[in-house]
């Protein structure tokens, strides 16, 4: 059975690579020095393959059927995608994939009653290419990218989502090669409000209960609490990204979390963290 060593969820908006200059100087420092430890935890655990979970930003998923989920199964990756390239600021880049790994998790995700998509053409934005940034800065862990609606209703429940990460890890564990070693990585958020009334504001006070639900490792309490309301009243159109956060939650269960950075800087239009669950 494979083992999944760790579980990291981050934020991925496009500022930390596009602007981060926009923010005061200790402010920048703190949140590069959070998400370069993220990268050495990632790194020190010396995954295979990292399979990821974001949210799609209409780029990908149509709006007419938009699927809950849709798992890459191509065997190369590339990205920025061209539209998002000055947006994101960072080089042309190639990752590898695991396309038969991901074939075997749309098959056996669907199997188990949850109804998953699969695409061999996938664009990337900063919903993947921002955290793979800070993560692996070299590119050389292979991804399968599992998109996931988090914009266009009807929205997946925070029930199905915590769900898909229990699902998610147990056809890992039971379906995936003996001896190989994943990481889930969760990317999107926190709050943040694109476009809307409140994107210059960032509701501090939503993210940081957020991120202590996490510490506490009580999945209960995460599913009678978090709600897509919430998260829309936190900021329409970006908080429920929080969702891929759930996600990753199920594939934990009750292993608390440790929060690794959180900053609230409005002229980055989004509250910026990093949750990590070290599983070895």
Same mark, same amino acid.
């Given at each position: 059975?494979?083992?999944?060593?760790?579980?990291?969820?981050?934020?991925?908006?496009?500022?930390?690579? +596009?602007?981060?200059?926009?923010?005061?100087?200790?402010?920048?420092?703190?949140?590069?020095?959070?998400?370069?430890? =993220? +990268?050495?935890?990632?790194?020190?655990?010396?995954?295979?393959?990292?399979? +990821?979970?974001?949210?799609?930003? @209409?780029?990908?998923?149509?709006? #007419?059927?938009?699927?809950? *989920?849709?798992?890459?199964? @191509?065997?190369?990756?590339?990205?920025?995608?061209?539209?998002?390239?000055?947006?994101? @600021?960072?080089?042309?880049?190639?990752?590898?994939?695991?396309?038969?790994?991901?074939?075997?998790?749309?098959?056996?995700?669907?199997?188990?009653?949850?109804?998953?998509?699969?695409?061999?053409?996938?664009?990337?934005?900063?919903?993947?290419?921002?955290?793979?940034? *800070?993560?692996?800065?070299?590119?050389?862990?292979?991804?399968?990218?599992?998109? =996931?609606?988090?914009?266009?209703?009807?929205?997946?429940?925070?029930?199905?989502?915590?769900?898909?990460?229990?699902?998610?890890?147990?056809?890992?564990?039971?379906?995936?090669? %003996?001896?190989?070693?994943?990481?889930?990585?969760?990317?999107? !958020?926190?709050?943040?409000?694109?476009? !809307?009334?409140?994107?210059?504001?960032?509701? %501090?006070?939503? #993210?940081?209960? *957020?991120?202590?639900?996490? %510490?506490?490792?009580?999945?209960?309490?995460?599913?009678?609490?978090?709600?897509?309301? !919430?998260?829309?009243?936190?900021?329409?159109?970006?908080?429920? %990204?929080?969702?891929?956060?759930? @996600?990753? =939650?199920?594939?934990?269960?009750?292993?608390?979390?440790?929060?690794?950075?959180?900053?609230?800087?409005?002229?980055?239009?989004?509250?910026?963290?990093?949750? *990590?669950? #070290?599983?070895?």
């Amino acid at each position: 059975m494979a083992e999944i060593v760790a579980t990291a969820a981050l934020s991925h908006a496009p500022s930390l690579t +596009g602007w981060l200059y926009k923010a005061p100087e200790d402010t920048q420092k703190r949140i590069l020095a959070g998400f370069r430890k =993220m +990268g050495v935890l990632v790194r020190a655990k010396k995954p295979d393959y990292i399979i +990821g979970i974001a949210n799609d930003h @209409a780029l990908n998923l149509p709006f #007419d059927n938009t699927p809950d *989920f849709c798992i890459g199964v @191509a065997s190369e990756w590339s990205g920025p995608a061209e539209w998002f390239k000055d947006w994101v @600021a960072l080089p042309d880049y190639k990752v590898l994939g695991k396309s038969h790994h991901a074939r075997t998790l749309a098959r056996e995700i669907n199997r188990s009653g949850i109804r998953v998509a699969f695409s061999d053409d996938l664009l990337f934005d900063d919903n993947w290419s921002v955290p793979l940034h *800070f993560v692996t800065p070299e590119h050389d862990v292979p991804l399968i990218p599992i998109n =996931m609606n988090c914009t266009v209703p009807p929205l997946p429940s925070v029930d199905l989502c915590y769900q898909m990460g229990e699902t998610l890890a147990e056809v890992v564990r039971g379906m995936l090669p %003996e001896g190989d070693r994943v990481i889930i990585m969760a990317t999107g !958020g926190l709050s943040h409000d694109p476009g !809307g009334p409140n994107y210059f504001e960032v509701d %501090e006070e939503y #993210d940081r209960w *957020f991120l202590a639900l996490l %510490e506490e490792g009580n999945p209960q309490r995460v599913l009678k609490e978090v709600t897509i309301e !919430g998260m829309l009243a936190a900021g329409d159109g970006g908080t429920t %990204e929080l969702l891929s956060w759930i @996600a990753a =939650m199920g594939t934990v269960g009750d292993h608390p979390a440790k929060t690794i950075c959180y900053e609230a800087e409005p002229a980055l239009r989004c509250g910026l963290g990093c949750s *990590f669950w #070290d599983l070895t």
